[in-house]
Protein backbone atom coordinates (compact mmCIF):
# COMPACT_ATOMS: atom_id res chain seq x y z
CA UNK A 1 0.00 0.00 0.00
CA UNK A 2 1.33 3.21 -0.94
CA UNK A 3 1.68 5.85 2.15
CA UNK A 4 -0.13 8.60 0.03
CA UNK A 5 -3.16 6.36 0.22
CA UNK A 6 -3.66 6.28 4.01
CA UNK A 7 -5.40 9.17 6.05
CA UNK A 8 -6.99 11.58 2.96
CA UNK A 9 -9.23 13.71 1.89
CA UNK A 10 -10.69 13.98 -1.89
CA UNK A 11 -13.16 16.94 -2.73
CA UNK A 12 -15.03 16.19 -5.22
CA UNK A 13 -16.60 19.28 -7.45
CA UNK A 14 -18.83 18.67 -9.19
CA UNK A 15 -20.96 16.05 -6.49
CA UNK A 16 -23.87 15.53 -8.60
CA UNK A 17 -22.42 15.44 -12.37
CA UNK A 18 -23.00 12.23 -15.36
CA UNK A 19 -19.12 11.86 -14.50
CA UNK A 20 -19.20 11.52 -10.83
CA UNK A 21 -22.57 8.79 -11.20
CA UNK A 22 -20.76 6.76 -13.79
CA UNK A 23 -17.22 6.59 -13.33
CA UNK A 24 -15.93 8.20 -9.92
CA UNK A 25 -18.21 7.14 -7.49
CA UNK A 26 -17.93 3.78 -8.55
CA UNK A 27 -14.55 3.39 -9.12
CA UNK A 28 -13.96 4.99 -5.31
CA UNK A 29 -16.52 2.41 -4.12
CA UNK A 30 -14.61 -0.32 -5.85
CA UNK A 31 -11.07 0.79 -4.78
CA UNK A 32 -12.07 0.93 -1.35
CA UNK A 33 -13.50 -2.70 -1.35
CA UNK A 34 -10.13 -4.01 -2.98
CA UNK A 35 -8.35 -2.28 0.12
CA UNK A 36 -7.14 -0.06 -2.07
CA UNK A 37 -7.70 2.96 0.32
CA UNK A 38 -7.18 2.61 3.73
CA UNK A 39 -6.71 4.36 7.16
CA UNK A 40 -8.81 7.51 7.93
CA UNK A 41 -9.54 8.82 4.38
CA UNK A 42 -12.40 10.96 3.56
CA UNK A 43 -14.52 11.92 0.20
CA UNK A 44 -16.32 15.81 0.02
CA UNK A 45 -18.54 16.18 -2.52
CA UNK A 46 -19.11 19.96 -3.04
CA UNK A 47 -22.01 21.01 -4.76
CA UNK A 48 -24.85 23.89 -5.20
CA UNK A 49 -28.13 21.67 -3.83
CA UNK A 50 -28.58 21.88 -0.30
CA UNK A 51 -27.64 18.96 1.19
CA UNK A 52 -27.09 17.01 4.50
CA UNK A 53 -24.71 14.70 4.69
CA UNK A 54 -26.88 11.56 5.39
CA UNK A 55 -29.05 12.62 2.17
CA UNK A 56 -25.67 12.93 0.16
CA UNK A 57 -24.68 9.43 1.39
CA UNK A 58 -28.29 8.22 0.25
CA UNK A 59 -27.66 10.15 -3.79
CA UNK A 60 -24.60 8.31 -3.94
CA UNK A 61 -25.57 4.97 -2.86
CA UNK A 62 -28.32 5.67 -5.25
CA UNK A 63 -25.67 6.39 -8.31
CA UNK A 64 -23.69 3.47 -7.51
CA UNK A 65 -26.95 0.45 -7.14
CA UNK A 66 -27.62 2.36 -10.72
CA UNK A 67 -24.44 2.14 -12.60
CA UNK A 68 -22.44 -0.47 -11.01
CA UNK A 69 -24.86 -2.65 -9.56
CA UNK A 70 -22.32 -5.83 -9.23
CA UNK A 71 -19.76 -4.21 -7.31
CA UNK A 72 -22.42 -3.95 -4.18
CA UNK A 73 -21.44 -7.57 -2.52
CA UNK A 74 -21.23 -6.74 1.34
CA UNK A 75 -23.79 -4.29 2.49
CA UNK A 76 -21.88 -3.77 5.97
CA UNK A 77 -18.60 -2.61 3.69
CA UNK A 78 -20.47 -0.82 1.54
CA UNK A 79 -21.90 1.38 4.37
CA UNK A 80 -18.37 2.16 5.62
CA UNK A 81 -17.54 3.32 2.39
CA UNK A 82 -20.62 5.83 2.80
CA UNK A 83 -20.35 6.72 5.92
CA UNK A 84 -17.12 8.29 4.97
CA UNK A 85 -19.12 10.82 2.88
CA UNK A 86 -19.45 14.40 3.54
CA UNK A 87 -20.99 17.16 1.69
CA UNK A 88 -20.72 21.00 1.36
CA UNK A 89 -22.72 23.42 -0.35
CA UNK A 90 -20.69 26.09 -2.49
CA UNK A 91 -21.51 28.42 -5.54
CA UNK A 92 -18.26 27.31 -7.20
CA UNK A 93 -17.87 31.42 -8.28
CA UNK A 94 -18.10 32.67 -4.97
CA UNK A 95 -15.45 32.40 -1.86
CA UNK A 96 -17.94 31.39 0.88
CA UNK A 97 -18.62 27.70 0.02
CA UNK A 98 -14.61 27.33 0.35
CA UNK A 99 -14.52 28.66 3.78
CA UNK A 100 -17.70 26.21 4.72
CA UNK A 101 -15.30 23.53 3.13
CA UNK A 102 -12.29 24.56 4.62
CA UNK A 103 -14.41 24.38 8.14
CA UNK A 104 -15.46 20.69 6.65
CA UNK A 105 -11.61 19.67 6.12
CA UNK A 106 -10.66 21.20 9.77
CA UNK A 107 -13.02 19.20 11.50
CA UNK A 108 -10.97 16.27 11.28
CA UNK A 109 -8.27 18.03 12.72
CA UNK A 110 -7.94 15.34 15.37
CA UNK A 111 -6.30 13.12 12.31
CA UNK A 112 -3.70 14.80 10.92
CA UNK A 113 -3.52 13.26 7.80
CA UNK A 114 -7.35 13.34 7.16
CA UNK A 115 -7.19 17.20 6.69
CA UNK A 116 -3.40 18.03 6.07
CA UNK A 117 -3.29 15.46 2.54
CA UNK A 118 -6.02 16.84 -0.24
CA UNK A 119 -6.77 15.41 -3.46
CA UNK A 120 -9.39 18.29 -5.15
CA UNK A 121 -10.97 16.38 -7.94
CA UNK A 122 -13.12 18.99 -10.77
CA UNK A 123 -15.46 17.10 -12.15
CA UNK A 124 -17.08 20.33 -13.36
CA UNK A 125 -17.40 22.41 -16.60
CA UNK A 126 -14.06 23.61 -17.81
CA UNK A 127 -14.90 27.03 -17.27
CA UNK A 128 -15.30 27.07 -13.90
CA UNK A 129 -11.54 25.42 -13.45
CA UNK A 130 -10.18 29.02 -12.63
CA UNK A 131 -13.11 29.98 -10.53
CA UNK A 132 -12.24 26.69 -8.07
CA UNK A 133 -8.54 27.51 -8.43
CA UNK A 134 -8.59 30.92 -7.74
CA UNK A 135 -10.80 30.80 -4.33
CA UNK A 136 -9.20 28.02 -3.19
CA UNK A 137 -6.12 29.61 -3.21
CA UNK A 138 -8.16 32.59 -1.51
CA UNK A 139 -9.03 30.02 1.16
CA UNK A 140 -6.13 29.12 1.81
CA UNK A 141 -6.56 25.51 0.37
CA UNK A 142 -3.83 25.74 -2.45
CA UNK A 143 -1.18 23.35 -3.11
CA UNK A 144 1.22 26.60 -2.66
CA UNK A 145 -0.22 27.21 0.98
CA UNK A 146 1.66 26.50 4.11
CA UNK A 147 -1.54 27.06 6.72
CA UNK A 148 -2.04 23.18 7.04
CA UNK A 149 1.41 20.43 6.30
CA UNK A 150 0.45 17.83 3.79
CA UNK A 151 0.34 17.21 -0.26
CA UNK A 152 -2.16 18.98 -2.18
CA UNK A 153 -3.16 17.77 -5.50
CA UNK A 154 -5.50 19.14 -8.08
CA UNK A 155 -7.26 16.73 -11.02
CA UNK A 156 -8.26 18.80 -13.85
CA UNK A 157 -11.23 17.03 -16.54
CA UNK A 158 -10.53 17.64 -20.20
CA UNK A 159 -11.01 20.03 -21.99
CA UNK A 160 -7.86 22.22 -20.87
CA UNK A 161 -9.23 25.49 -22.38
CA UNK A 162 -10.39 25.61 -25.91
CA UNK A 163 -7.30 27.16 -27.97
CA UNK A 164 -3.61 27.80 -27.51
CA UNK A 165 -4.76 31.14 -25.55
CA UNK A 166 -6.94 29.62 -23.04
CA UNK A 167 -4.77 26.68 -22.77
CA UNK A 168 -2.24 29.26 -21.48
CA UNK A 169 -4.36 30.71 -19.54
CA UNK A 170 -5.98 28.01 -17.49
CA UNK A 171 -2.22 26.42 -16.97
CA UNK A 172 -1.09 30.24 -15.46
CA UNK A 173 -4.44 30.03 -13.19
CA UNK A 174 -3.64 26.80 -12.08
CA UNK A 175 -0.09 27.46 -11.82
CA UNK A 176 -0.59 30.36 -9.53
CA UNK A 177 -1.88 28.06 -6.82
CA UNK A 178 -0.44 24.45 -7.71
CA UNK A 179 2.95 23.60 -8.86
CA UNK A 180 3.12 21.28 -12.01
CA UNK A 181 4.26 18.26 -9.65
CA UNK A 182 0.71 18.55 -8.17
CA UNK A 183 -1.42 18.69 -11.25
CA UNK A 184 -3.10 16.08 -12.88
CA UNK A 185 -4.43 16.58 -16.21
CA UNK A 186 -6.51 13.62 -17.24
CA UNK A 187 -7.36 11.90 -19.99
CA UNK A 188 -8.95 8.89 -19.25
CA UNK A 189 -7.88 6.74 -23.02
CA UNK A 190 -4.36 6.91 -21.13
CA UNK A 191 -5.58 4.51 -18.07
CA UNK A 192 -6.96 2.19 -20.61
CA UNK A 193 -5.07 -1.30 -20.11
CA UNK A 194 -4.11 -1.50 -24.28
CA UNK A 195 -3.57 1.89 -24.33
CA UNK A 196 -0.83 1.12 -21.45
CA UNK A 197 0.49 -2.03 -23.23
CA UNK A 198 1.64 0.27 -25.84
CA UNK A 199 4.45 0.67 -24.23
CA UNK A 200 5.31 -2.96 -23.27
CA UNK A 201 4.41 -4.40 -26.61
CA UNK A 202 7.12 -2.10 -28.36
CA UNK A 203 9.67 -2.39 -26.01
CA UNK A 204 9.69 -5.40 -24.38
CA UNK A 205 9.52 -7.52 -27.62
CA UNK A 206 12.74 -7.70 -29.97
CA UNK A 207 10.73 -8.66 -32.85
CA UNK A 208 9.07 -5.43 -33.30
CA UNK A 209 11.14 -2.13 -32.23
CA UNK A 210 13.51 -2.78 -34.79
CA UNK A 211 11.44 -1.99 -37.44
CA UNK A 212 9.56 0.61 -35.62
CA UNK A 213 10.19 3.51 -38.15
CA UNK A 214 10.33 5.28 -41.23
CA UNK A 215 12.49 1.98 -43.30
CA UNK A 216 9.68 -0.67 -42.45
CA UNK A 217 6.86 1.43 -41.86
CA UNK A 218 4.40 2.53 -44.59
CA UNK A 219 2.22 4.45 -42.65
CA UNK A 220 0.11 4.06 -39.08
CA UNK A 221 -4.21 4.76 -38.62
CA UNK A 222 -5.47 5.60 -35.64
CA UNK A 223 -9.43 5.09 -35.28
CA UNK A 224 -12.07 6.37 -32.83
CA UNK A 225 -15.07 6.22 -34.27
CA UNK A 226 -18.58 6.13 -32.16
CA UNK A 227 -21.56 4.91 -34.14
CA UNK A 228 -23.69 6.99 -32.08
CA UNK A 229 -24.39 10.67 -32.18
CA UNK A 230 -23.97 13.50 -30.08
CA UNK A 231 -26.63 12.37 -27.64
CA UNK A 232 -27.89 15.25 -25.22
CA UNK A 233 -24.64 16.84 -25.65
CA UNK A 234 -25.65 19.69 -28.27
CA UNK A 235 -24.33 22.87 -26.32
CA UNK A 236 -20.76 20.95 -25.81
CA UNK A 237 -20.26 20.09 -29.15
CA UNK A 238 -21.67 23.35 -30.92
CA UNK A 239 -18.75 24.93 -28.55
CA UNK A 240 -16.25 22.46 -29.16
CA UNK A 241 -16.49 19.99 -32.14
CA UNK A 242 -15.08 16.59 -32.89
CA UNK A 243 -11.23 18.35 -33.66
CA UNK A 244 -11.63 19.76 -29.98
CA UNK A 245 -13.26 17.06 -28.28
CA UNK A 246 -11.64 14.05 -29.60
CA UNK A 247 -8.27 14.97 -31.88
CA UNK A 248 -6.86 17.10 -29.21
CA UNK A 249 -6.31 14.80 -26.45
CA UNK A 250 -7.47 11.08 -26.98
CA UNK A 251 -6.19 11.33 -30.73
CA UNK A 252 -2.81 13.00 -30.77
CA UNK A 253 -1.97 11.02 -27.24
CA UNK A 254 -2.36 7.69 -28.92
CA UNK A 255 0.09 8.72 -31.79
CA UNK A 256 3.00 9.99 -29.21
CA UNK A 257 2.37 6.80 -27.42
CA UNK A 258 2.74 4.67 -30.62
CA UNK A 259 5.84 6.97 -31.78
CA UNK A 260 7.93 8.11 -28.51
CA UNK A 261 10.91 7.48 -28.67
CA UNK A 262 12.61 4.67 -25.74
CA UNK A 263 12.69 6.32 -22.29
CA UNK A 264 15.46 6.77 -20.73
CA UNK A 265 13.69 5.02 -17.24
CA UNK A 266 10.04 4.90 -16.62
CA UNK A 267 9.60 7.81 -14.64
CA UNK A 268 6.79 9.69 -15.49
CA UNK A 269 9.28 12.80 -16.53
CA UNK A 270 11.22 10.67 -18.80
CA UNK A 271 8.24 9.05 -20.62
CA UNK A 272 5.99 12.41 -20.95
CA UNK A 273 9.50 14.04 -22.34
CA UNK A 274 9.20 11.54 -24.83
CA UNK A 275 5.89 11.72 -25.93
CA UNK A 276 5.66 15.78 -25.79
CA UNK A 277 9.06 15.16 -28.15
CA UNK A 278 6.23 13.69 -31.13
CA UNK A 279 4.11 16.27 -30.40
CA UNK A 280 6.70 18.92 -31.02
CA UNK A 281 7.67 17.50 -34.31
CA UNK A 282 4.75 17.37 -35.61
CA UNK A 283 4.39 19.18 -39.16
CA UNK A 284 1.39 21.72 -38.80
CA UNK A 285 -1.02 22.20 -41.20
CA UNK A 286 -0.94 25.44 -43.76
CA UNK A 287 -2.89 26.39 -46.29
CA UNK A 288 -0.86 25.19 -48.95
CA UNK A 289 -1.16 21.53 -47.52
CA UNK A 290 -4.46 21.58 -45.75
CA UNK A 291 -6.23 20.21 -49.14
CA UNK A 292 -4.42 17.14 -49.03
CA UNK A 293 -3.91 16.90 -44.91
CA UNK A 294 -7.86 17.50 -43.71
CA UNK A 295 -11.10 16.07 -43.98
CA UNK A 296 -14.19 17.56 -41.92
CA UNK A 297 -17.71 16.14 -41.96
CA UNK A 298 -21.15 16.61 -40.12
CA UNK A 299 -23.51 13.85 -39.73
CA UNK A 300 -26.92 14.24 -42.05
CA UNK A 301 -29.43 15.24 -39.12
CA UNK A 302 -26.54 16.50 -36.92
CA UNK A 303 -28.64 20.18 -37.40
CA UNK A 304 -32.00 18.61 -35.95
CA UNK A 305 -30.20 18.04 -32.64
CA UNK A 306 -31.12 19.64 -29.74
CA UNK A 307 -29.15 22.75 -28.41
CA UNK A 308 -27.48 22.68 -32.00
CA UNK A 309 -27.69 25.56 -34.45
CA UNK A 310 -29.68 25.08 -37.62
CA UNK A 311 -27.23 26.36 -39.53
CA UNK A 312 -24.06 25.24 -38.02
CA UNK A 313 -20.84 24.44 -38.95
CA UNK A 314 -19.38 22.16 -36.75
CA UNK A 315 -17.63 19.60 -37.19
CA UNK A 316 -18.51 15.74 -35.99
CA UNK A 317 -15.97 13.75 -38.23
CA UNK A 318 -12.19 14.42 -39.08
CA UNK A 319 -9.45 12.87 -40.47
CA UNK A 320 -6.29 14.62 -40.51
CA UNK A 321 -2.84 13.18 -41.96
CA UNK A 322 0.07 14.34 -40.03
CA UNK A 323 3.65 13.84 -40.40
CA UNK A 324 6.10 13.60 -37.45
CA UNK A 325 9.53 15.35 -38.62
CA UNK A 326 12.01 13.48 -36.41
CA UNK A 327 14.79 10.88 -37.03
CA UNK A 328 12.64 8.03 -37.10
CA UNK A 329 9.64 8.74 -38.52
CA UNK A 330 10.47 11.46 -41.64
CA UNK A 331 7.69 10.82 -44.37
CA UNK A 332 5.75 8.12 -42.93
CA UNK A 333 2.05 9.60 -42.60
CA UNK A 334 -0.09 8.75 -39.15
CA UNK A 335 -3.88 9.33 -40.05
CA UNK A 336 -6.16 10.30 -37.21
CA UNK A 337 -9.68 9.51 -37.95
CA UNK A 338 -12.79 9.93 -35.42
CA UNK A 339 -16.31 11.34 -35.86
CA UNK A 340 -19.70 10.05 -34.45
CA UNK A 341 -22.60 8.06 -36.42
CA UNK A 342 -19.70 6.22 -38.09
CA UNK A 343 -20.34 2.40 -39.38
CA UNK A 344 -19.54 0.80 -35.87
CA UNK A 345 -17.79 2.08 -32.30
CA UNK A 346 -13.94 0.93 -32.48
CA UNK A 347 -11.27 2.54 -31.47
CA UNK A 348 -7.98 0.96 -32.66
CA UNK A 349 -4.25 1.67 -34.46
CA UNK A 350 -2.89 0.04 -37.02
CA UNK A 351 0.54 -0.10 -38.07
CA UNK A 352 0.66 -1.25 -41.51
CA UNK A 353 4.39 -2.25 -42.31
CA UNK A 354 6.18 -1.70 -46.33
CA UNK A 355 5.94 -4.27 -48.86
CA UNK A 356 8.78 -6.59 -49.57
CA UNK A 357 10.79 -4.91 -52.23
CA UNK A 358 9.61 -7.85 -54.99
CA UNK A 359 6.37 -9.46 -55.06
CA UNK A 360 6.87 -13.07 -56.53
CA UNK A 361 2.85 -14.70 -55.14
CA UNK A 362 1.29 -11.68 -57.21
CA UNK A 363 0.72 -8.42 -59.36
CA UNK A 364 3.07 -5.97 -57.87
CA UNK A 365 -0.50 -3.80 -56.59
CA UNK A 366 -1.74 -6.98 -54.51
CA UNK A 367 0.58 -6.13 -51.54
CA UNK A 368 -1.97 -3.82 -50.13
CA UNK A 369 -4.32 -6.83 -49.66
CA UNK A 370 -1.83 -8.91 -47.50
CA UNK A 371 0.71 -5.98 -46.15
CA UNK A 372 2.01 -6.88 -42.78
CA UNK A 373 -0.26 -5.30 -40.27
CA UNK A 374 0.21 -5.01 -35.89
CA UNK A 375 -3.94 -3.86 -35.34
CA UNK A 376 -4.14 -2.57 -31.40
CA UNK A 377 -7.40 -2.37 -30.52
CA UNK A 378 -8.04 -0.24 -27.42
CA UNK A 379 -12.46 -0.89 -27.64
CA UNK A 380 -14.70 -2.80 -27.75
CA UNK A 381 -12.56 -5.86 -27.33
CA UNK A 382 -8.64 -5.45 -26.23
CA UNK A 383 -6.89 -7.23 -28.32
CA UNK A 384 -3.37 -7.39 -30.69
CA UNK A 385 -3.64 -8.86 -33.90
CA UNK A 386 -0.98 -9.65 -36.88
CA UNK A 387 -1.58 -10.26 -40.22
CA UNK A 388 0.76 -11.57 -42.78
CA UNK A 389 0.61 -13.38 -45.93
CA UNK A 390 -0.09 -17.53 -46.49
CA UNK A 391 -0.17 -19.54 -49.26
CA UNK A 392 -3.79 -20.61 -50.20
CA UNK A 393 -4.19 -24.47 -50.60
CA UNK A 394 -4.51 -25.44 -54.11
CA UNK A 395 -2.96 -25.66 -57.03
CA UNK A 396 -2.02 -21.91 -57.74
CA UNK A 397 0.01 -19.90 -55.47
CA UNK A 398 -1.92 -16.82 -54.49
CA UNK A 399 -1.51 -15.07 -51.17
CA UNK A 400 -4.10 -14.52 -48.27
CA UNK A 401 -4.19 -12.34 -45.26
CA UNK A 402 -4.13 -14.22 -42.12
CA UNK A 403 -4.31 -13.10 -38.53
CA UNK A 404 -2.69 -14.29 -35.46
CA UNK A 405 -4.47 -12.62 -32.13
CA UNK A 406 -4.08 -12.30 -28.69
CA UNK A 407 -7.10 -11.18 -26.24
CA UNK A 408 -6.69 -10.09 -23.02
CA UNK A 409 -10.23 -11.48 -21.53
CA UNK A 410 -9.59 -14.97 -23.13
CA UNK A 411 -6.03 -15.08 -21.61
CA UNK A 412 -5.85 -13.44 -18.40
CA UNK A 413 -8.66 -14.64 -16.01
CA UNK A 414 -8.59 -11.75 -13.81
CA UNK A 415 -9.93 -8.26 -14.84
CA UNK A 416 -8.15 -5.55 -15.61
CA UNK A 417 -8.42 -2.59 -14.03
CA UNK A 418 -10.64 0.62 -15.62
CA UNK A 419 -9.26 3.53 -16.53
CA UNK A 420 -10.72 5.75 -13.61
CA UNK A 421 -9.28 3.11 -11.17
CA UNK A 422 -6.16 3.06 -12.57
CA UNK A 423 -5.90 7.02 -12.84
CA UNK A 424 -7.59 7.73 -9.01
CA UNK A 425 -4.92 5.62 -7.60
CA UNK A 426 -1.92 7.02 -9.81
CA UNK A 427 -3.00 10.69 -8.85
CA UNK A 428 -3.11 9.19 -5.06
CA UNK A 429 -0.24 8.00 -5.15
CA UNK A 430 1.31 11.18 -7.14
CA UNK A 431 2.59 8.96 -10.11
CA UNK A 432 2.19 11.17 -13.50
CA UNK A 433 3.16 9.24 -16.10
CA UNK A 434 -0.43 8.78 -17.10
CA UNK A 435 -1.65 12.39 -16.90
CA UNK A 436 -0.72 14.85 -19.46
CA UNK A 437 1.90 18.01 -18.82
CA UNK A 438 1.73 21.54 -19.39
CA UNK A 439 4.04 21.53 -22.51
CA UNK A 440 2.23 18.90 -24.31
CA UNK A 441 -1.40 20.37 -23.65
CA UNK A 442 0.47 24.01 -25.65
CA UNK A 443 1.89 21.74 -28.40
CA UNK A 444 -1.66 19.75 -29.13
CA UNK A 445 -3.37 23.10 -29.23
CA UNK A 446 -1.21 24.76 -31.51
CA UNK A 447 -1.75 21.89 -33.87
CA UNK A 448 -5.25 21.82 -33.66
CA UNK A 449 -5.25 25.73 -33.97
CA UNK A 450 -3.20 25.49 -37.10
CA UNK A 451 -5.68 23.09 -38.37
CA UNK A 452 -8.91 25.07 -37.58
CA UNK A 453 -7.52 28.26 -39.40
CA UNK A 454 -7.02 26.91 -41.93
CA UNK A 455 -10.55 25.34 -42.23
CA UNK A 456 -11.94 28.34 -40.43
CA UNK A 457 -14.27 29.07 -43.77
CA UNK A 458 -14.95 25.80 -45.40
CA UNK A 459 -18.39 23.92 -44.37
CA UNK A 460 -17.83 20.31 -43.18
CA UNK A 461 -18.77 17.76 -45.62
CA UNK A 462 -22.04 15.82 -45.04
CA UNK A 463 -22.28 12.12 -44.79
CA UNK A 464 -24.49 9.44 -44.10
CA UNK A 465 -25.13 8.15 -40.63
CA UNK A 466 -23.33 4.63 -40.59
CA UNK A 467 -20.88 5.12 -43.19
CA UNK A 468 -16.97 5.85 -42.31
CA UNK A 469 -17.56 9.69 -42.82
CA UNK A 470 -17.50 12.13 -45.89
CA UNK A 471 -16.14 9.94 -49.21
CA UNK A 472 -12.83 12.19 -49.17
CA UNK A 473 -11.60 10.73 -46.04
CA UNK A 474 -11.27 7.57 -48.00
CA UNK A 475 -8.70 9.31 -50.11
CA UNK A 476 -6.56 10.73 -47.21
CA UNK A 477 -6.31 6.99 -45.99
CA UNK A 478 -5.52 5.79 -49.39
CA UNK A 479 -2.40 7.58 -49.16
CA UNK A 480 -1.08 5.65 -46.42
Not at 317 to 326: C, G, S
Request: with cysteine; proline share 5%; hydrophobic share 40%.
Amino acid sequence: MHADRVDFTIVLFGASSDLAARKLYPSLYQLARWGQLTGEYRIIGVGRNDLSHEEYRLQVAEKIRSFSPGAIDDETHFAGFTGRLFYVMADIEHIEGYFRLRNEIMYAEGKPGVCSHLLFYLSTPPDLAPHIVRNLHQAGLGGKEMSCSGWRKIVVEKPYGSDLKTAGELNAVIGSAFNEDQIFRIDHYLGKETVQNILVFRFSNGIFEPLWNRHHIAGIEITIAENFGIRDRGAFYEHAGLLRDIIQNHGLQLLASVAMEPPVDLSADAVRDEKTKVLRSIRLVTPETVDRSVVLGQYEGYRKEKQVDPDSRTETFAAVRFFVDNWRWKGVPFLIRAGKMLAETVTEIVITFACPPQNFFGPAESCSYTANQVILRIQPEETIAIRFGVKRPGELVITDPVYMKFDYRDTFSQPGMTPYHRLLLDALDGNQMNFIRQDSVEYSWAIIDAIRECMADRMPEVYSAGSWGPPAAGELKGSI
